[in-house]
């Protein structure tokens, strides 16, 4: 089969994030006739964020649906099985849970050069306003909207596909450490001002994510952010106050 429904011939994916260049790359993958473009705003070598954690079940599933890249991401992969529980001034370790770990950014360049090697046309620094516009200029007969989390496209189409969205209430700020930790590892810390948690985890040899949490709700009992916010730089508190639930 060429296409899979006759029509359709360009795609066009707004969004080159993993979910823009992953579909760009399994259809061109099972569909080569097909013209596949995706339009990013950022350039190829910029991105935010530390390094994102998969389940041996996630890679499993990569594997099936495009060996090709699933190795280079196995490759890259840093591999771990416990998970570690800090909490009241005690450690809890558990084994055979099975997690790997990789950057941001080399998960992106892997899925750029695959999709580069299967023919699918990235278009960088494309800061898309108008969709219907860039749709027309690609003559796209389907556009796909991965332009994430906070997606404009859902937002201008919010009548039509009726997103629900369920928003919690905590604050995080996604960090990365010099310090390697060898277990998914979770903290839970009071300080004079509430509670914060953190997960942490290494991406590469010598780097670790480190994300904090704490709770932001006005009508919650114990907002925690607003009571440190106003008393001290939040970055630093909560790091100095986080960093002291681990061993040195
Ligand atoms: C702190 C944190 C930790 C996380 N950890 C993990 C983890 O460990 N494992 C995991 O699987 N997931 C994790 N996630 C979730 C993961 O980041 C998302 O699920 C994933 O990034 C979603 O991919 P996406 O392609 O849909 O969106 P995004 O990654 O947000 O990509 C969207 C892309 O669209 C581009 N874009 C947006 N608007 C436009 C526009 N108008 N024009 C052109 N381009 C545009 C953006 O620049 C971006 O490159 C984490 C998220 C956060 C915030």
């Given at each position: ?96 849970h ?90 839970f810390?009071?300080t ?15 780097t ?21 916010h ?19």
């Open positions: 089969m060429n296409t899979p429904i006759p029509a359709l011939q360009r795609i066009l994916c707004i969004g080159g994030g993993p979910a823009g260049l992953y579909f760009g790359l399994l259809m061109k993958r099972r569909f080569p006739a097909l013209q596949v473009t995706v339009v990013e705003r950022n350039r190829p070598f910029d991105t935010f964020g530390w390094g994102v954690v998969f389940s041996d079940q996630t890679l499993q599933n990569l594997k099936v649906a495009d060996p090709e890249s699933a190795q280079l991401i196995g490759d890259a992969f840093n591999h771990w099985d416990d998970i570690e529980v800090f909490y009241k001034g005690r450690s809890v370790r558990s084994g055979g099975g997690f790997c770990g990789i950057g941001r950014k080399r998960l992106l360049n892997i899925l750029q050069e695959r999709c580069m090697a299967l023919g699918v046309d990235l278009v960088f620094e494309t800061d898309v306003t108008d969709d219907q516009l860039l749709a027309q200029q690609y003559n796209a007969d389907l556009v796909i909207a991965s332009d994430g989390l906070n997606s404009r496209i859902r937002t201008r189409y919010a009548d039509t596909y009726q997103p629900d969205i369920d928003t919690r209430q905590c604050r995080f700020v996604w960090l990365g450490t010099r310090k390697t930790f060898d277990a998914f590892t979770f903290a810390e009071k004079e001002h509430g509670w914060f948690q953190a997960h942490a985890y290494k991406f590469d040899a010598d670790s994510t480190f994300i904090v949490e704490t709770p932001d709700a006005k009508n919650s009992s114990r907002p925690t952010w607003t009571a440190i106003s008393s001290a730089t939040p970055g630093t508190c909560a790091a100095r106050r986080t960093g002291s639930a681990f061993p040195a």
